[in-house]
């Protein structure tokens, strides 16, 4: 029998599963490195949930704990990203989605932005808005937007 707090950690994992597939994917770029990525996210949150105080919102947890997850463990197996020449792999969408050509382009424009960029714009296209951004991130909101209008000029330039 489940004990409650496990069945509440897995409806939230359900409930975004979807943000932590995006960041693995932008954190990787082969299927099986963002498998290990999503797993290694969920172990982290899974080992970070006891301490969980409810400071801020479960959302703003667990985009800083998977945040944190790829960026940490990018750094500590000195993962040698190659960027493709081509978009990403289709086969990498999640269940039921099609391939779109703009979002593969946009996604092949991404892995080329640096860590904390990614970060960034990954909350952004997630709809946060500039102070939930800040909370997470750990910079001003100010600051947030300088850098969002950085990494779209760059972004758009990429995409050309």
């Known amino acids: 029998m489940k004990q409650p707090h496990e069945t509440a950690f897995l409806q ?8 932590i597939h995006k960041i693995s994917r932008l954190y990787r770029d082969n299927t099986q490195d963002r498998e290990d990525l999503f797993q290694e996210i969920i172990f982290q949150l899974w080992k970070s949930y006891p301490s969980f105080r409810g400071d ?15 960026i940490g463990s ?19 969408l999640l269940p039921g989605q099609e391939a779109d050509p703009r979002q593969e382009r946009l996604f092949a424009a991404l892995m080329q932005c640096d860590a904390a960029e990614k970060a960034i ?5 997630e709809g946060l808005n500039y102070q939930q951004i ?12 300088v850098k969002l209008n950085r990494i779209k000029t760059k972004i758009q330039k990429l995409i050309r």
């Open 12 to 19: 939230l994992i359900n409930e975004h599963s979807g943000i």
């Open 134 to 145: 800040a909370e997470i991130s750990g910079i001003t909101e100010n600051y947030v937007g």
């Open 56 to 70: 801020s919102g479960t959302g703003t947890w667990l985009y800083r704990i998977a945040l944190n997850t790829a």
């Open 74 to 92: 990018f750094r500590r197996k000195k993962v040698e990203i190659q960027y493709a020449e081509s978009v990403p792999d289709v086969a990498d």
């Open 121 to 125: 714009i990954s909350l952004y296209l």
